[in-house]
């Protein structure tokens, strides 16, 4: 079936191979991340180690950590509520991810297995409930209808899951690359400091997902997919890295604990301000919900601003976590919170914010086109730098789409810079600006990189199985 054995208590990978990791996943709520992953094996080496462990489950043998191992096993009796509700969610963990095991190490008799499951569940259940005295036991078979109805979207999360590594280093590796090439080249041939060109050349080495996201839409659905979370990590590392590099005068062990410590304290407040909306709102019975969002918003910036924290990660974590406090649900701490309701009015809240993003963005790239002079865009003193980095730019991103074995058409064409590029290098400090990248230059990356991504995007053919498909 595809599956090879592992034990999930202890685990030890030979990360020296990193892009073959399989993925460590379950459904929402589920048990069973080991056994997930022993379906991706097929391509690596296991080997057993003897090498054991005594899980002590309930702190029954207080002498463990004292080197004392047990003579005998005391049996697991049912003499409290704890135990038995411990045994309840054990087994509605189980069955969660019984019917994604199913599908995908035997898809063929998956209805099959699935109606059998049903069948022998629902004749030991009443069972069950009749032996323990209670009906807590009934949330099994709820479970397990639910989790066999959810069974493609986890297996597509469980898909996308395997592929994140790839998403990420796709993502990372052209930013480092074009970034630390330009500012090798300024700081080489023109005599920079590396940090203030390294400042001015990480804009460049931005995707912008402003541009590529809405231009991949009529792409397959794994490539549109790949290219928006490429885009939106390229945009979330390079802003990252950007504000390290700009907001450090002198880079050293120091500085990194500083901004690590800058990130976990952005963190906790996002996520303590996430919890706290998602409070308030739940409280709210009046329909004007989205007014609060978008001030807190304003104050979270305020307050990043306040203490010389960056800003725009500021906001990036807030978004991240509003969109995404659903997945941490089934921790009854969070359940206080009503998440549930609250992604539904997040859900809303997007829908809004999602046209005023676009129309802000059609006010900047239409204020953009006012206001570029024709000097800049046809500047012969910075073109042949602009055809430089541009050529740079999809050469990277071609090599590195073959190393990770990706499909070069459309992917390599579609790596725009835009909006984030003009951002950042509008936010570069006075003090760290230098005149070898200005806005000629900018400019012209920016038209040039848009006009590769449309030519490629034209002379693409869209493949007549995936029509068929999406036809039905």
């Known amino acids: 079936n595809?599956?090879?054995?592992?034990?999930?208590?202890?685990?030890?990978?030979?990360?020296?191979?990193?892009?073959?990791?399989?993925?460590?996943?379950?459904?929402?709520?589920?048990?069973?991340?080991?056994t997930f992953m022993s379906t991706a094996l097929m391509d690596l080496k296991v080997v057993k180690v003897p090498c054991y462990t005594f899980h002590d489950g309930f702190s029954m043998y207080n002498n463990l950590l004292n080197g004392v191992l047990p003579v005998e096993l005391k049996p697991i009796e049912n003499t409290s509520n704890e135990i038995l509700m411990r045994f309840v969610n054990a087994s509605i963990g189980w069955v969660r991810y019984k019917p994604l095991l199913v599908y995908?190490?035997?898809?063929?008799?998956?209805?099959?297995?699935?109606?059998?499951?049903?069948?022998?569940?629902?004749?030991?259940?009443?069972?069950?409930?009749?032996?323990?005295?209670?009906?807590?036991?009934?949330?099994?078979?709820?479970?397990?209808?639910?989790?066999?109805?959810?069974?493609?979207?986890?297996?597509?999360?469980?898909?996308?899951?395997?592929?994140?590594?790839?998403?990420?280093?796709?993502?990372l590796i052209p930013l480092l690359v074009i970034s630390f090439g330009i500012a090798y080249y300024l700081n080489k041939f023109e005599n920079l400091p590396l940090k203030l060109a390294l400042a001015s050349a990480i804009p460049l080495g931005i995707i912008s997902s402003a541009i590529a996201i809405p231009s991949a839409r009529n792409l397959l659905i794994n490539e549109k997919e790949f290219i928006t979370y490429e885009s939106s990590l390229s945009d979330i590392f390079g802003v990252i890295f950007f504000n390290f590099i700009t907001l450090n005068d002198n880079i050293g062990t120091k500085t990194f604990g500083h901004f690590f410590l800058e990130l976990l304290t952005m963190l906790a407040v996002s996520f303590v301000a996430t919890l706290l909306l998602a409070g308030f709102l739940n409280k709210i019975k009046h329909h004007i919900k989205f007014v609060p969002m978008i001030i807190l918003v304003l104050l979270i910036y305020g307050i990043a601003k306040l203490f010389h924290l960056p800003a725009l990660i500021f906001i990036l974590i807030f978004g991240?976590?509003?969109?995404?406090?659903?997945?941490?649900?089934?921790?009854?701490?969070?359940?206080?919170?009503?998440?549930?309701?609250?992604?539904?009015?997040?859900?809303?809240?997007?829908?809004?914010?999602?046209?005023?993003?676009?129309?802000?963005?059609?006010?900047?790239?239409?204020?953009?086109?006012?206001?570029?002079?024709?000097?800049?865009?046809?500047?012969?003193?910075?073109?042949?730098?602009?055809?430089?980095?541009?050529?740079?730019?999809?050469?990277?991103?071609?090599i590195v789409l073959k190393i990770f074995k990706l499909q070069t058409n459309p992917l390599v064409f579609i790596a725009p810079r835009g909006l984030i590029t003009i951002l950042l290098f509008l936010s570069i400090p006075i003090s760290q600006q230098i005149e070898q990248i200005d806005k000629s230059l900018i400019t012209q990356v920016i038209i040039l990189s848009a006009l590769i991504m449309m030519i490629g995007l034209m002379r693409y053919k869209k493949p007549q199985i995936e029509n068929i498909n999406e036809s039905h």
Not at 338 to 346: G, R, Y
């Open 104 to 171: 995908i190490t035997d898809n063929k008799n998956f209805e099959k297995t699935m109606k059998t499951m049903e069948e022998n569940l629902k004749y030991t259940i009443p069972k069950l409930c009749d032996y323990f005295n209670t009906q807590e036991f009934n949330k099994i078979i709820v479970e397990f209808e639910k989790y066999r109805k959810n069974v493609k979207k986890h297996f597509d999360e469980f898909e996308k899951t395997k592929s994140t590594w790839t998403r990420l280093f796709v993502a």
């Open 2 to 34: 595809g599956m090879k054995f592992i034990s999930g208590a202890n685990l030890c990978f030979n990360l020296k191979n990193y892009k073959k990791f399989p993925p460590f996943y379950n459904p929402p709520g589920a048990r069973g991340e080991d």
């Open 320 to 398: 991240l976590f509003i969109g995404n406090i659903d997945e941490l649900r089934h921790y009854k701490f969070i359940q206080k919170f009503h998440p549930v309701n609250f992604s539904k009015d997040v859900h809303k809240f997007q829908e809004i914010t999602t046209e005023l993003a676009f129309l802000i963005r059609a006010l900047f790239f239409m204020l953009f086109g006012f206001l570029i002079d024709l000097s800049d865009v046809l500047n012969s003193e910075t073109i042949l730098f602009a055809l430089s980095i541009t050529l740079g730019i999809f050469i990277v991103r071609f």
